[in-house]
């Protein structure tokens, strides 16, 4: 393995020419629908993809973004309020049908810069080809799921209630400006799981890069400055205790919608004044765990929790961060999960069947390599060959056996690619531990035995939001539900419940008396209202 990590790192000149990357230095940012100059400070971005320096591998500058200041904050803040105009302004008066329009204009736009998007999602964060293009394809793919679900939800509201001798129209309507904040993990894709329903239901955006994979925005920039209306759409560059505080702290902001940790998302919520008046959609911490019983396919589990475990080398919510084993089969299952881990390509994120790659955050190497060296004090030992082999940015998968509740890695989210294997004997015990978590997202099963499975599924359903039977946790299909309990979510995203969170249902009404059916006849016949209405999009 030390051969293959020396070869991991290599001269920029051997990279091949589609997959060379030159500076790019981000001097304007999107603001009430211009890209407006930047000149001020800018905060460098490097890849976590090392090149061979004097002092060994060093990270790659791939560029710069501006460093706004609170000043800038607020100058976004007041161009969504602008744009928003109290539930008045162009966006959130626009037919659906309109805004399906710029919806529609934005990917037409966006597909335009995928070659480049990939190509930055790849040197920012360090993610294989296979899973940036996945990433750039899905988004695409859920903003037209999101704009099919709209039409359908649309068609449901066209028609007119009665009941009680009373006539009504209920319909969704904007909630108001949206603070967008989203991950490095998959900084396209999760962002826009919150951004794109948020916009299209009409309210007004500010929008706030991730620390990690910023330049990958960038050439996005100019695909919302002309699809959408002016000051529907600002973004924010900076340090989020510099920019969002104050921004948090005006209570102008009436959505939140944050992914991210739960002490982060805690701390921006108090800031703000009229707690009343936020509305919190949270995708937060995780410590998913898998549970292969002895009544197991043990290859199945192992398949499973590979890809659970070390899909974009763990940097996920929904991956499998504790694995709990029966000890009748826990020699068979580590010996085959070391050799699936062992047999896992690394290098460079370009590189045919690479499935390991460099880790985008500076610090975490460092702290990987803590929550083995405190497992192994602790009585456990990495039992895959060269696991937990670093160099400068990069970590191999360490598979670490056995893990107890006395050991960092039993409790704490490692997000990154170290595998905790705990024996137990009752099955008790991983119900026991899910009950004392305090994160709630997902469980992995793995079992052959009918009853057995019967019997795991209903108290883990009253623990997690989502089960997996022999299969790893994830977030896909995006149709299905995606939340959590505890401290690991507040609201529910979907295709469909995404578009419910970011808007609520108003309704105008009247008295069934002729005059009133005559009135209301007039206006949609003459389509004098955007709201009521019996057009019917296809």
Partial sequence: ??????????????????????????????????????????????????????????????????????????????????????????????????????????????????????????????????????????????????IDALKELDRESSRFKEAEGTIAQIRRAPLGVVLSMGPFNYPLNEIFTTLIPALIMGNTILFKLPKHGVLAHYPLLDAFRQAFPKGTVNTLYGKGADIIAPIMESGKVNVLAFIGSSKVANGLKKLHPKVNRLRAILSLDAKNAAIITKNANLDVAVNECILGALSFNGQRCTALKLIFVQKEVAAEFTEKLSAAVSALKPGLPWEQGVKITPLPEPNKPGYLKECIDDATAKGAKVINKDGGYIDASFVFPAVVYPVNEKMKLYHEEQFGPVIPVVPFDSIEEPINYQVDASHGMQVSIFSEDPEEVAKLIDPFVNLVSRVNINCQAQRSPDVFPFTGRKDSAEGTLSVFDALRSFSIRSLVATKLTDSNKNLFNAIVREHSSSFLSTDYIF
Avoid at 18 to 30: D, F, G, S
């Fill in 1 to 146: 393995m030390e051969n293959a990590m020396e070869q991991i790192f290599k001269e920029e000149s051997t990279i091949p020419d589609a997959y060379r990357i030159t500076e790019i230095h981000q001097k304007v940012y999107l603001l009430n629908g211009e890209l407006v100059s930047w000149d001020g400070p800018v905060s460098e971005i490097y890849s976590p993809v090392c090149v061979p320096g004097a002092n060994g591998p060093e990270r790659k500058l791939l560029g710069s973004v501006p460093n706004t200041t609170a000043k800038e904050a607020m100058e976004a803040l007041d161009a969504a309020l602008a744009a928003y105009n109290n539930g008045l302004g162009e966006w959130p008066t626009m037919s659906v049908e309109e805004r399906i329009r710029c919806m529609e204009k934005f990917v037409y736009l966006m597909i335009q810069q995928r070659e480049l998007v990939i190509k930055l999602l790849m040197w920012e964060i360090g993610k294989n080809l296979a899973d940036s293009t996945k990433e750039f394809d899905r988004t695409v793919e859920y903003i037209n799921f999101t």
